[in-house]
Nanobody
Framework: VQLQASGGGLVQAGGSLRLSCAAS????????MGWIRQAPGKEREFVTA????????AHADSVKGRFTISRDNTKNTVYLQMNSLKSEDTAVYYC???????????????WGQGTQVTVSS
């Protein structure tokens, strides 16, 4: 499965961005999907995940109430709607796919190339 993340950019604090992750070479509905981020000088951090059918989601405490993950299996695409962005959300955001993965980033099997999100204060 190949994953292509897009939608990152520069936004002011309090603003919004919507990331997309398009999958090819496989069927997205076979996988749980996650967004993981990595800020400069820090380790990769779980952000949010969604189950195969979209019936279950999980969020890091730091993004609860601000970020929403969704998926459209007919389009082989996963989305991350980010609202009320803060400077500490600045990071490279990766989408990832895994049959058994959810909150643990090390369990994901396939990774996209990442998209930069920069929040200015």
């Amino acid at each position: 499965v190949q994953l292509q993340a897009s939608g990152g950019g520069l936004v002011q604090a309090g603003g919004s961005l919507r990331l997309s992750c398009a999958a090819s070479g496989g069927t997205l509905s076979d996988y749980n999907m996650g967004w993981i981020r990595q800020a400069p000088g820090k380790e990769r951090e779980f952000v949010t995940a969604i189950s195969r059918s979209g019936g279950s989601t999980a969020h890091a405490d730091s993004v609860k109430g601000r970020f929403t993950i969704s998926r459209d299996n007919t389009k082989n695409t996963v989305y991350l709607q980010m609202n009320s962005l803060k400077s500490e959300d600045t990071a490279v955001y990766y989408c990832a796919a895994g049959r058994t993965a959810f909150r643990d980033p090390t369990k994901y099997d396939y990774w996209g190339q990442g998209t930069q999100v920069t929040v200015s204060s």
